[in-house]
């Protein structure tokens, strides 16, 4: 068993990673944000999240797809959504309390029909007649924009700040099925 625990970060969060399905095999726990997982396991298939919300990416440097994960067991990768076994990178969140608030808007660089968001939103489409967010603007709280209606697909985790176009949470293009603002559950 591997353990990492950096001086230079204070975070409280513990996740453990396992190479196997089901909570076995070789495994790794990490407390803090780490850029690059690939050292500790070179696949992962379950992972437990004993404290505060993990968000993991399939590439190094907090790149690639994003699976935003809550405190819990996820016994394989499909129970993350994940489309493969690779998580190369996480960063820590502590839990959310407190209002979560962000403007959508329609259009590129904050353009064309803007709503003020406080609310989950299961299907963007039934909710505001259109799928396609071009900017956005976070205002408080962390959210996850998903790929598709029911909180389902590929996930952007969202922080605080201004997002000028879908390509700066990551996305390929402009289309969100849905979305859920980041708290206690």
């Not at 994003?66 to 969140?93: A, I, K």
């Not at 709503?115 to 956005?136: A, G, P, T």
């Not at 590929?154 to 969100?176: A, H, L, V």
């Amino acid at each position: 068993m591997c353990k990492l625990y950096t001086h230079c970060e204070l975070k409280m969060g513990k996740i453990i990673f396992y190479e196997d399905r089901n909570f076995q095999g070789r495994h790794y726990e990490c407390s803090s944000d780490c850029a690059d997982l690939s050292p500790y396991f070179s696949r992962c298939n379950s992972i437990r999240v004993e404290s505060d919300w993990w968000v993991l990416y399939e590439k190094p440097n907090y790149m690639g797809y994003q699976y935003v994960l809550t405190r819990g067991e996820y016994p394989d990768y499909q129970h993350w959504m994940g489309f493969n076994d690779h998580v190369r990178s996480c960063r820590s969140y502590p839990q959310v309390r407190g209002s979560s608030r962000m403007k959508i808007y329609k259009r590129p660089d904050f353009g064309g029909q803007m709503m003020e968001v406080m609310e989950d939103c299961l299907s963007v489409y039934d909710r505001f007649r259109y799928c396609d967010i071009h900017s956005c603007h976070v205002m408080d709280g962390y959210w996850i924009f998903y790929e598709h209606p029911n909180y389902r697909g590929q996930q952007y985790f969202m922080r605080p700040g201004e997002y000028r176009s879908y390509t700066d949470w990551g996305g390929y293009n402009s289309t969100i099925g849905s979305f859920k603002r980041m708290r206690d559950f």
